[in-house]
């Protein structure tokens, strides 16, 4: 099996940043591309950045200017450091990936279990 497990949300002010950590862990042969999302109580889950195996990546209007992702193939990580943070940033962050596992011959997405970010004004 495989799982994502995100870490480094929490509390911050405004104008705070902040660094989230996710980890694929697991029966992994290739991992293709990675994502952060993020939902807010009474909201739909939103795409907040992405980056492909090659290192393409692409982010939300939003967060533009503000937010970076990047990842570590050889720990099978990916980050989101996040900056100039604002209240309306809170939210549970999601870990995502499509990954393939040794001897299937696609690949499947994955989803982490969350973590929280919650920004003060």
């Known amino acids: 099996q495989v799982q994502l497990v995100e870490s480094g949300g929490g509390l911050v002010q405004a104008g705070g940043s902040l660094r989230l950590s996710c980890v694929a862990s697991g029966s992994i042969a290739y991992i293709y591309d990675m994502a952060w999302y993020r939902q807010a109580p009474g909201k739909q889950r939103e795409s907040v950045a992405g980056?492909?195996?090659?290192?393409?990546?692409n982010y939300a209007d939003s967060v533009k200017g503000r937010f970076t992702i990047s990842r570590d193939n050889a720990k099978n990580m990916v980050y989101l450091q996040m900056g100039s943070l604002k209240p309306e940033d809170t939210a549970v962050y999601y870990c995502?990936?499509?990954?393939?596992?040794?001897?299937?011959?696609?690949?499947?997405?994955?989803w982490g279990q969350g973590t929280q970010v919650t920004v003060s004004s």
């Open positions: 995502n990936s499509d990954i393939k596992r040794p001897g299937l011959p696609y690949r499947k997405n994955f």
């Open positions: 980056i492909t195996d090659t290192g393409t990546t």
